[in-house]
């Protein structure tokens, strides 16, 4: 009997092909593939690389013309368009800055000087007073009763010494008569000084007494603000309280306290002994504006040495009320002002590895170029820095456009109003797409995205050769 074993097809392994693909090409065709796109990416940065270190190519009009007249589309590079201005002559303050809080000229706690009642309020909370001005009013009875004590034992002593010097007078004679012993006489003698004594002892306790009544009227000490109340009519105050009625603050004149570095008091000082009266200016928190002028009163007589600060005080007339107790403010003293000076605009003057410099436009219009100069500013105001040594009047300092510039570079300088961007052109031929995003890059308003096509425009086209490579007109001419 014959048993047919089945084959397995599947242990069989199947001839290899000749001619055809192998699986060992593959990977190098994929590491090829790689090769070719890093190869492309490095070209691309390593432009990017080259354009970043020419700051002096700036599209000019009629760069990106295209067609053969047009150079082929070929882009042209003329010199960095850039703002200048004239160094001048001019007076320029010298200021100090500090930080300081207001302080109102004069704060008074009023209190009640007699114990009594309060019967009557006659100001209201916020209210400026004049000094003497009634305030509140304490219940003068009590004090009225011991004015008429005082009053009656006065009148009682007064009689008292009446008679006494009549006897006196009656001992002095009876005593030239031998008719009285001397003593009597001595002794009536001392007692009309004693009454003497009693009559004194007596107006002053008038005297007390009208000055009590006095007190219970309470009336304002200097003139200024009333704060908040600080006792209801109806309430006992008495003298040794320590809140008291009310708080009264004087806002006109207001001072202020500040502070300077030590090192700037010196300066200070010299102004002060020669009896100049310096300007102190107060701003906001974020000195966006400023809140009153006034002039310096007076400095400490002694240096905080944990801050390393001097403590000086203003004082400004507030007469807008625009300074209000506790209000923190920034400080600006006047010190001195340094006069006939060149400046020229703070902008303009750099920072580099040797120093502050200045670029300074030389030549005429057509050749035009930039020296760097190395120079000593000095005091700045802001807008404008002193230039001590480096610069002469009327030299022409660059302020806008900086950034592009090198010793020795080709400039334009712009006309007023003209767009910082300057202007770009291009044709319609070969790199006629690239010479119209160009020129809408360098048009007014064209913005950043017009700028990017003028840069991809000359760079996918030096040659003039456009995306769509077509040959056109002249356009570039045009």
């Known amino acids: 009997m014959t048993t047919n074993t089945p084959t397995n097809l599947s242990t069989e392994h199947a001839a290899p092909v000749i001619g055809g693909p192998s699986h060992h090409d593959k990977p190098k065709k994929r590491g090829l593939i790689w090769v070719v796109v890093l190869l492309l990416i490095g070209g691309v940065a390593g432009y990017a690389v080259w354009r970043a270190g020419q700051p002096g190519l700036v599209a000019t009009p009629g760069g990106g013309g295209g067609g053969r007249a047009g150079g082929r589309g070929r882009g042209a590079f003329g010199p960095t368009p850039v ?98 012993p001397r003593q009597v006489l001595d002794t009536q003698r001392a007692t009309v000084a004693q ?84 300007t102190v200016d107060a701003f906001n928190r974020d000195n966006s504006q400023k809140l009153a002028s006034g002039y310096l009163l007076t400095v400490d007589n002694q240096i905080d040495t944990t801050t390393g600060t001097s403590r000086l005080k203003a004082v400004f007339e507030n007469t807008d009320h625009s300074l209000f107790p506790n209000q923190f403010i920034n400080v600006r003293l006047l010190v001195d002002v340094l006069r006939d000076q060149i400046v020229v605009p703070t902008a303009a003057v750099q920072r580099g590895q040797q120093g502050p410099f200045v670029y300074v436009v030389t030549g005429s219009n057509a050749d035009a170029k930039v020296q760097m100069r190395q120079v000593d500013p000095g005091q700045a105001d802001g807008e404008n820095t002193v230039i001590r040594k480096g610069l002469t009047l009327e030299d022409a300092v660059v302020v806008d456009g900086i950034d592009r510039l090198q010793n020795g570079s080709p400039v334009r300088v712009r006309k007023p109003g003209e767009d910082a961007s300057g202007a770009g052109g291009g044709g319609r031929g070969r790199g006629g797409r690239a010479g119209r995003g160009a020129e809408a890059g360098a048009a007014p308003g064209g913005g950043p995205a017009g700028q990017a096509a003028m840069e991809s425009g000359a760079a996918a086209a030096p040659n003039g050769e456009g995306r769509r490579g077509g040959r056109g007109k002249k356009g570039g001419d045009r």
Not at 141 to 153: H, Y
Not at 214 to 237: F, K, M, Q
Not at 240 to 247: E, F, N, T
């Open 83 to 180: 703002s200048v201005a004239k160094a001048k002559k001019a007076n320029v303050p010298v200021y100090l800055n500090g930080l300081g809080n207001v302080i109102a000229f004069y704060i008074v706690t009023v209190k009640s000087r007699v114990d009594g009642q309060l019967m009557k309020i006659h100001f209201k909370e916020g209210e400026t007073v004049k000094e003497g001005q009634l305030l509140a009013e304490i219940d003068p009875r009590p004090f009225e009763v011991q004015l008429q004590q005082a009053q009656g034992a006065l009148a009682r002593d007064n009689a008292l010494l009446t008679n006494a010097k009549l006897d006196l007078t009656r001992y002095t004679t009876l005593l030239e008569q031998d008719a009285v």
């Open 195 to 278: 009454l003497e004594g009693n009559i004194k002892t007596d107006e002053a306790n008038v005297n007390n007494a009208r000055l009590q009544l006095t007190y219970a009227n309470v009336t304002a000490p200097i003139s200024g603000t009333v704060g908040i109340r600080l006792v209801d009519p109806g309430n006992i105050v008495r003298a040794a309280d320590a809140s008291g009625l009310l708080v009264l603050t004087q806002l006109q004149p207001i001072s202020a306290f500040f502070t300077i570095p030590e090192d700037a008091l010196p300066q200070v000082m010299a102004r002060i002994r020669t009896g100049a009266r310096l």
